[in-house]
């Protein structure tokens, strides 16, 4: 295993992606506040550059490569913003970037993705594991692999959103952050830990893919099937052995949130903050909100992930009013 | 007619708001900037309390009542997001509020401005006149109107948008902004010419209803039936005596955005941008786009000027793609 990022990983990637990445806005919204009893800073990431917090991690990742790897170029495999995030900081810095995606990858991602000048490789995902054909790629080009969550510059590069959250609006008594494979939670735990000594800071999976709460019960990386949940970017199967190391160490706990509570915040987020943020990206608030966690007169932060969801799909989640309903939103602040 | 307000006006809001309004954050999109060949900047009042820049206006208005006037009240007439900053504004000043609304009003409309304390006068829109109730309902209890867009205090504040912006991003070359009754547009422009006095200033007013545009064509204010259009913040029959005054004398031109261009813009600052834009907050992006007016190589600033829209029918418009689609959206930045 590589050695842990340690927050001075952090503050460097910082400095390395600063000018390039957006220093994202914090939002507030009154009637969260009320709903929670609490103070709640919203960090959007879903304004970042290519629409999720991965740009900062792929970014700091690319930009520590040397002269032989930037002129043989990185490869990523991923279907969703870890390809785009790698594709356009490869852009920006110059570097040739190969992108393995499967077959049947929404069109949309695909466009952006050869938008932002990658080549892509598609690959069968019944029949194929992109993994190998990643590392195989790597090998026969020369090309070096970003895997996306298990690699401490990534790591490093996806704790600056709290960093700056925590610049900007002071120290927090809670942390919430949406988990799937654990490079968003980690990188935030190293940056709250040194930044917020006493801030907890919350992982939130999806309900239909807790196996980072199960590995935390049990004390090691539990692999599960696919999770099916809406929450497209934390189907992950298990943590990566640095990411699991990190939440194990300074994680307060790992909370779940259902599918229900996902369209419900991405409805409050649209409705009272007029922000587009993808199911995903609502783990976090949906968490806060339904774990079960006192934060009653606290100060809490909620990283908001991403925005990078098909239009139709998200006009249907819109729609589609779910059962646990209004009542909750009429006493507008 | 009162006195013209002057940039002191705005700079004397801008203190009285302080603390009160968002300093609401200025987006950047490489993709418009590509589509458009200039520099956007955008200032983001979806984001603004109660959902519109209006707050801005409102809350300075009534920041300048005196003691017998806080005391006895405020009256609005609107079904809007002038009924509803009105009611924010009172309530956090400690002033009651009446609010005239027409029956068929939206229930979430009326659920929120009541949720901010007004108390909400219920008219017949297609046998009553709402300016007479209002004006009847003032001088009955002694309460002071605040009409939505003519009056000093009321454009004052909605120039401290400019304002922020222009403190924030430098001069700038271009401004769009959204118009109806022309009460940002006026503010706009007093703040433009005092911080940035080469900038040109751009009303955008809905194709169906260019009240504005003709107005400033003949010399005088045009008064028009209530344009059909999906803009419902900018269905103004007419400009206001002091917004015709400051937007002859300060503003270039007035162009204007058919609704179809609002639906574009609508979806791309869903898909593009990550935010909720209502129709009428999308005037001023759509006129940028597609009035004609040369912006390559140009600093361009874009009020963003509300969100406010009923979920469902936001997610109408989101899922009905236009005619004039894809094609310009495939190349992202």
């Given at each position: 295993?590589?050695?842990?990022?340690?927050?001075?990983?952090?503050?460097?990637?910082?400095?390395?992606i600063?000018?390039?990445?957006?220093?994202?806005?914090?939002?507030?919204?009154?009637?969260?506040?009320?709903?929670?009893?609490?103070?709640?800073?919203?960090?959007?990431?879903?304004?970042?550059?290519?629409?999720?917090?991965?740009?900062?991690?792929?970014?700091?990742?690319?930009?520590?490569?040397?002269?032989?790897?930037?002129?043989?170029?990185?490869?990523?495999?991923?279907?969703?913003?870890?390809?785009?995030?790698?594709?356009?900081?490869?852009?920006?810095?110059g570097?040739?970037?190969?992108?393995?995606?499967?077959?049947?990858?929404?069109?949309?991602?695909?466009?952006?993705t050869?938008?932002?000048?990658?080549?892509?490789?598609?690959?069968?995902?019944y029949?194929?594991?992109?993994?190998?054909?990643a590392?195989?790629?790597?090998?026969?080009?020369?090309?070096?692999?970003?895997?996306?969550?298990?690699?401490?510059?990534?790591?490093?590069?996806?704790?600056?959103?709290?960093?700056?959250?925590?610049?900007?609006?002071?120290?927090?008594?809670?942390?919430?952050?949406?988990?799937?494979?654990?490079?968003?939670?980690?990188?935030?735990?190293?940056?709250?830990?040194?930044?917020?000594?006493?801030?907890?800071?919350?992982?939130?999976?999806?309900?239909?893919?807790?196996?980072?709460?199960?590995?935390?019960?049990?004390?090691?990386?539990?692999?599960?099937?696919?999770?099916?949940?809406?929450?497209?970017?934390?189907?992950?199967?298990?943590?990566?052995?640095?990411?699991?190391?990190?939440?194990?160490?300074?994680?307060?706990?790992?909370?779940?949130?259902?599918?229900?509570?996902?369209?419900?915040?991405?409805?409050?987020?649209?409705e009272?903050?007029?922000?587009?943020?993808?199911?995903?990206?609502?783990?976090?608030?949906?968490?806060?909100?339904?774990?079960?966690?006192?934060?009653v007169?606290?100060?809490?932060?909620?990283?908001?992930?991403?925005?990078?969801?098909?239009?139709?799909?998200?006009?249907?989640?819109?729609?589609?009013?779910?059962?646990?309903?209004?009542?909750?939103?009429?006493?507008?602040?």
């Open positions: 295993m590589q050695a842990l990022p340690t927050y001075d990983d952090v503050a460097a990637a910082a400095r390395r600063e000018g390039h990445a957006h220093r994202t806005p914090v939002l507030r919204s009154r009637t969260a506040d009320a709903l929670l009893g609490a103070e709640l800073f919203f960090k959007c990431e879903n304004l970042q550059r290519s629409g999720a917090f991965k740009f900062r991690g792929a970014y700091n990742a690319l930009a520590r490569f040397d002269a032989g790897q930037r002129r043989a170029g990185v490869v990523a495999f991923s279907s969703g913003n870890h390809a785009q995030a790698i594709a356009l900081a490869a852009r920006l810095q570097i040739p970037a190969a992108i393995v995606m499967p077959h049947d990858a929404p069109a949309a991602k695909v466009a952006a050869r938008g932002y000048g990658a080549e892509i490789i598609v690959y069968d995902r029949t194929e594991d992109r993994e190998v054909i590392v195989h790629l790597a090998r026969e080009r020369g090309m070096t692999l970003v895997p996306p969550y298990d690699h401490a510059d990534v790591i490093a590069g996806q704790g600056t959103a709290t960093q700056e959250l925590i610049e900007e609006v002071g120290p927090l008594d809670d942390l919430f952050v949406c988990l799937g494979g654990g490079g968003l939670t980690s990188g935030a735990a190293l940056a709250a830990r040194a930044l917020a000594p006493g801030c907890r800071v919350h992982g939130v999976e999806p309900e239909a893919g807790n196996d980072a709460q199960q590995s935390l019960a049990r004390g090691e990386i539990v692999h599960i099937a696919t999770p099916q949940t809406i929450a497209d970017g934390a189907q992950t199967q298990h943590l990566g052995a640095l990411t699991f190391a990190i939440i194990r160490r300074d994680v307060a706990d790992i909370v779940t949130a259902s599918d229900d509570q996902l369209v419900e915040a991405m409805r409050f987020f649209a009272r903050m007029k922000i587009v943020v993808e199911p995903t990206g609502c783990l976090a608030f949906a968490g806060a909100r339904h774990a079960g966690i006192d934060l007169g606290r100060r809490v932060g909620i990283i908001v992930s991403g925005g990078n969801i098909d239009l139709a799909r998200y006009a249907a989640l819109l729609a589609a009013e779910p059962a646990a309903k209004r009542a909750s939103l009429e006493s507008p602040l």
